[in-house]
């Protein structure tokens, strides 16, 4: 079956630093990938996501390349700041559905910045 | 921009009891999602609902859980006799429903449900 793994929290990072979370997934075909975030006491919100191999998703300064050879979805920003103090979670869906296919979720890794 | 909204925030029951949380999904939004997370644990799926009735559902989704959409926009999750280990935070969802499109969920806030 699907399944999503994400390097293990917590990370604490200061303001401005470089930010990569590591998302590695199992699954047949093609699925889409995505990063949820949520923020304290939030749902979680779509971040960005990529629906084929070699997409890259981008949104607020956050990146993510579809690694298709290395099944692979990590999580880049080139600084963060103390706002994007949350949890984000990578997430796949199924191949070749329609939308309204489950999503696979990972872990969860808590992001801390501090000022 | 619309949002997808989950009452209450915060349920607390004794075990045994039945429970029903509630959700109120994005107005043009055809196809709708329970999901939970035990704390510390990942998200997890329960069950898709389209077209008033189950599209999936998972393992966990037993006899004691049933969805439900009484009148049009809301859309409930009802545990029947609450154990211990549902404790969780149970978030709602949903999503247009394009074909193809595979758009994403919009999630709600999340009830945390405390069995005691």
């Known amino acids: 079956g699907n399944s999503v793994t994400q390097m293990e929290g917590p990370v604490t990072l200061s303001e401005e630093a470089f930010l990569t979370i590591n998302c590695t997934y199992t699954a047949t075909g093609y699925p889409s990938l995505f990063w949820y975030v949520q923020y304290p006491g939030e749902g979680l919100q779509l971040l960005l996501k990529?629906?084929?191999?070699?997409d890259k998703g981008s949104n607020k300064g956050f990146e993510a390349t579809y690694r298709k050879e290395t099944t692979s979805f990590h999580l880049e920003k080139g600084s963060v700041q103390v706002s994007d103090s949350a949890v984000y979670f990578c997430?796949?869906?199924?191949?070749?559905?329609?939308?309204?296919?489950?999503?696979?979720f990972g872990e969860g890794t808590q992001l801390t910045v501090n000022p | 921009e619309p949002e997808v909204t989950q009452t209450p925030s915060h349920q607390v029951t004794q075990m045994g009891q039945e429970v029903i949380l509630r959700c109120v999904p994005i107005?043009?939004?055809?196809?709708f999602y329970w999901y939970r997370q035990i704390l510390g644990q990942k998200v997890e799926f329960l069950v898709s609902?389209?077209?008033?009735?189950?599209?999936?559902k998972s393992e966990i989704f037993d006899d004691q859980f049933s969805v439900e959409r009484p009148d049009g926009s809301n859309f409930t999750l009802k545990i029947r006799s609450t154990k211990l280990e549902d404790s969780a935070m149970y978030f709602c969802?949903?999503?247009?429903?394009?074909?193809?499109?595979?758009?994403?969920?919009?999630f709600g806030n999340g009830t945390r449900l405390t069995v005691t």
């Open positions: 990529a629906t084929k191999a070699d």
């Open positions: 107005s043009n939004h055809l196809y």
């Open positions: 609902f389209y077209n008033n009735e189950i599209s999936e």
């Open positions: 997430a796949l869906s199924g191949a070749g559905e329609t939308s309204g296919s489950r999503l696979t």
């Open positions: 969802a949903s999503t247009p429903g394009i074909r193809g499109g595979n758009s994403p969920l919009h």
